[in-house]
């Protein structure tokens, strides 16, 4: 044996306290990741049917084509135009509303046309008898007031055409 001091056996006050901070460090760490797994960023929406993730891109995917009606009240817009600056990539009908997406560079506005409600959210715009409400996705809340508006505004140029029979009042879903 050489002369000196044998190794001391168990937990010492300076190692339990590092044991603890690690621990410690460990647990929070972990639980800010759980929380920001499991907490999705809310979209920037006003109130209107069908809140989309932000995690998924604004698209028209489980919706049909547009009836030939449904294009009449928004006449002149059409696939392919554009409104205030916006590119309309996609015009379609889902349950009970119309669905318009506009695109520039990385911004996406996707307005729903519904007929207006007594009841329920109050639409960013409205025009006779029917509401328009908008979901953007890199857009500013401004773009989309100012598409919702744009758009009230051909509905009611449209005003003389009768309301598609497949539109129906506002009603919350579900996600």
């Given at each position: 044996m050489t002369g000196g001091r044998a190794p001391e056996r168990g937990w010492t006050a300076r190692g339990l306290s590092s044991a603890a901070t690690v621990a410690c460090g460990a647990l929070t760490v972990g639980a800010v990741l759980g929380y920001l797994v499991s907490h999705e960023r809310p979209t920037q929406r006003t109130s209107g049917p069908h809140p989309a993730p932000s995690s998924t891109p604004i698209t028209t995917a489980a919706a049909s084509e547009a009836s030939p009606a449904e294009l009449a009240v928004l006449a002149p817009l059409r696939v392919g135009g554009s409104l205030r600056g916006f590119d309309i990539t996609a015009i379609d009908h889902d349950v009970g509303m119309v669905q318009m997406v506009c695109r520039r560079d990385h911004a996406t506005v996707r307005l729903d046309v519904t007929l207006a409600a007594d009841a329920g959210p109050t639409p960013p715009a409205m025009a006779g008898p029917y509401a328009v409400?908008?979901?953007?996705?890199?857009?500013?809340?401004a773009a989309g007031e100012e598409l919702a508006l744009a758009l009230a505004a051909v509905l009611q140029r449209n005003s003389a055409a009768p309301p598609p029979p497949s539109l129906t009042r506002f009603n919350v879903r579900d996600p």
């Open positions: 409400f908008y979901e953007i996705d890199g857009a500013s809340q």
